[in-house]
């Protein structure tokens, strides 16, 4: 009798590349406003708001050093305000409007909102 085999699918490759992210039922309210009380941190949800998608790291233009700008993305992850993930050599990041809206409703798009009018009432650079 022959043995037959049936061809598997192929795994994954996984790149120890993978990053923490709090689930949706582990934000908390204190950690979101924390996250965006800082100008440069306001800056990278802004523009995500403000685009469909992903964005790269490399999109964004702080006036901060790369560590700096690294320790941003990072606070923003791990209070669940963005996603981030690798794809090929880049670090996608993407805003969890989804989840924010679901836990906390309008208070994104009030903050967002504030933000803006505070940008035209006081001008200057877009924090």
Known sequence: MQTQTTPTAPQPQTTGRSLEHPRREEIRLEDVLHALSEPMRMR????????????????????????????????????????????????MNALRRDDLDALFPGLLDSVLAAAALQEGRLGGDRG
Request: overall charge positive.
């Open 44 to 91: 990278v949800v802004r523009t995500l708001a403000e685009e469909p998608g992903e964005l790269s790291c490399s999109v964004f233009d702080l006036p901060v050093s790369k560590s700096t700008t690294t320790h941003h993305f990072r606070v923003l992850r791990e209070c669940g305000v963005i996603n981030q993930i690798y794809r090929g050599t880049a670090k």
